[in-house]
C-alpha cells in the first residue's frame, strides 16, 4: 500500500489521509493525532518487526494501528474502558469478514422485524411511522439518561439503537460481538446521536429521528472491506494487545516486556474532560452504569483537568522541587485572585497543572521498568492556554522533566501550529523525543 506522507513540518492540518483510513477509520476521536506521524517515528527510530513499541495513552488505538499495519508488535495502555475496548477491537483482524458480515445481515433482519412490528420504519425519509401510530419506546432507566449530556440522542434514534443493542446481546457470537458493538459505537456518535465535535463535544441540532440499521450495517460492511485487504491479511497475526490501566503505573503483565519504543500523546493540560467525549457509548454498551463507575474511571486518568481532580490526589508532589512548574501554577493562582475568579473548578487550576506534570513525572519514572536499553521516546503535547491565558509551554516543560528523571532530550520536533483565538497567538504541538540509556 503506498502511503502519502507530510510535505512540510510545521504545517500539518492533523487529517487522516484517505490511504491511511483502513482500520483507522472503525473509530477513531475527532483530534487523533495522524497515521503518518506514527510512520514518521517508525521510520526514524529504525523499528522493525524484531522490535516492541509501547503506546502508554494508547485512546482509540493509532500507534497500535500503524505498528501492526507495519508488521511491529506492540502493546497499549487506556484508562477508559470504552476507549480500551475500541483499541483492542481495532487490532483484532483474525476474523472471518464474510461471517461478520453474514452474521450482521441476520441481525439487521430481525431488529428490522421487530421494528416493524412496532410500527418503528428504520429509514424516517420514506415512513416515519407505520399506520401514523407511535410505539412505546424503549428509554434509559433514570440514573442512566443523567449520566448523558443532555439531548446527546433524541428518543426514537434511541429507541432503535437499544433495539438493536438487545438483539446483538441476545444473538452474539463470541468472534464477531466486538466488532458490531465498535461499528454501532461509531454510527451512535457521528450519525444517530446529536452530538456534535467542534472540537470540544456538544449538542447540536436535535434530530427528530435518524436511521440506526442502515449505517450500523454499512460500518459492518466496510470493516469487512478493510479485513480483506492484502496488507490487513498479511500482518493479522502481529501481537498486539491494550491493558485496561492507568498511565501513571505499569501494569504487572508488561513487566515481561521490554519495549525499544514509545510513540504516544498523553491528554494536554487544559479543561477537555475526555470521559465526556465517550459518555454516549459507555452508558447504552454498558461501560457506565452510575455515577461511582464514572468517578472509579476518572480516578484512573492523569489529572488533566479540574472534573477529575480529588482531595487524595497526591501526584503535585513529584513536581514540588521543579521551579519552572511551582513558578506555573502560582502565576495562574495570582491571575485567578487578580480577576477575582472565584468558582470552585477556577479555584483548582494551579493545582491541576501541578497534578498534570507530576503525573506525567510518575508515568516517566514507571516507564523505566518495562524500557530497553537505549529506548527512544515520541510523546505529542501541545502547548495550552486554557487557565486564564496563561501560556502552558507543555513540550518544553515535560522534556525538562524528564531530564530530571535521568533521560536524555534528544529534540523537540515541531508537528503544527495552531491559532488560539483566546491568546491570539500561535501554540505550538511538538513531538518530544527522549532516549532510555540506562
Request: hydrophobic fraction near 35%; charged fraction near 30%.
Amino acid at each position: 500500500m503506498v502511503y502519502a506522507v507530510q510535505t512540510k513540518a510545521g504545517e500539518e492540518l492533523n487529517r487522516i489521509y484517505e490511504k491511511d483510513l483502513p482500520v483507522h477509520e472503525w473509530y477513531r476521536f475527532v483530534l487523533s493525532y495522524p497515521p503518518h506521524l506514527v510512520r514518521s517515528y517508525i521510520e526514524r527510530f529504525g523499528l522493525t518487526k524484531h522490535h516492541w513499541v509501547l503506546d502508554p495513552f494508547c485512546g482509540t488505538g493509532t500507534t497500535l494501528v500503524e505498528c501492526k499495519k507495519s508488521g511491529i508488535p506492540s502493546a497499549g495502555l487506556e484508562a477508559n474502558p470504552v476507549v480500551q475496548f475500541f483499541a483492542q477491537t481495532k487490532v483484532a483482524w483474525d476474523i472471518d469478514p464474510e461471517k461478520l458480515v453474514k452474521h450482521a445481515k441476520g441481525i439487521a433482519k430481525e431488529v428490522e422485524a421487530e421494528l416493524e412490528k412496532e410500527g418503528v420504519e428504520d429509514d424516517p425519509i420514506f415512513k416515519p411511522f407505520v399506520n401514523g401510530k407511535e410505539t412505546n419506546l424503549k428509554s434509559l432507566d433514570p440514573q442512566l439518561e443523567s449520566l448523558l449530556i443532555k439531548n446527546s440522542i433524541s428518543p426514537k434514534p434511541l429507541h432503535k439503537a437499544l433495539t438493536l443493542i438487545n438483539t446483538l446481546n441476545k444473538n452474539s457470537d463470541e468472534h464477531l460481538i466486538a466488532h458490531e458493538r465498535l461499528a454501532l459505537a461509531k454510527q451512535l456518535v457521528y450519525s444517530i446521536s446529536n452530538l456534535r465535535f467542534g472540537p470540544e463535544v456538544g449538542v447540536g441540532k436535535p434530530k427528530e429521528d435518524a436511521p440506526v440499521i442502515a449505517p450500523w450495517l454499512k460500518g459492518i460492511k466496510d470493516m469487512a472491506n478493510d479485513l480483506c485487504h492484502n496488507q490487513i491479511k498479511r500482518y493479522k497475526g502481529v501481537p498486539s494487545l491494550v491493558k485496561l490501566t492507568d498511565s501513571r503505573s505499569v501494569d504487572p503483565c508488561l513487566e515481561p516486556l521490554m519495549f525499544d519504543a514509545v510513540i504516544t500523546s498523553p491528554p494536554y493540560p487544559n479543561e477537555k474532560d475526555y470521559t465526556r467525549t465517550t459518555r454516549l457509548e459507555s452508558v447504552l454498551l454498558g461501560y457506565i452504569n452510575n455515577r461511582a463507575d464514572l468517578r472509579r474511571q476518572k480516578q484512573k486518568l492523569l489529572r488533566s483537568n479540574t472534573r477529575a481532580v480529588y482531595k487524595a490526589d497526591t501526584d503535585e508532589s513529584w513536581v514540588e522541587d521543579n521551579e519552572r512548574i511551582q513558578e506555573l501554577a502560582d502565576r495562574i493562582e495570582a491571575r485567578r485572585i487578580e480577576l477575582g475568579k472565584t468558582s470552585g473548578f477556577e479555584k483548582l487550576y494551579a493545582r491541576v497543572v501541578r497534578l498534570y506534570f507530576g503525573g506525567m513525572a510518575r508515568h516517566l519514572e514507571e516507564l523505566k521498568r518495562v524500557l530497553a536499553p537505549g529506548a527512544q521516546l515520541a510523546y505529542v503535547v501541545g502547548d495550552q492556554a486554557s487557565f486564564f491565558r496563561i501560556l502552558i509551554r507543555t513540550g518544553e516543560l515535560l522534556a525538562s522533566i524528564a531530564e530530571e528523571l535521568g533521560y536524555e532530550v534528544t529534540d523537540i520536533d515541531l508537528f503544527r501550529t495552531r491559532f488560539s483565538t483566546a491568546t491570539q497567538e500561535h501554540l505550538r504541538e511538538e513531538v518530544v523525543l527522549l532516549r532510555w540509556n540506562s
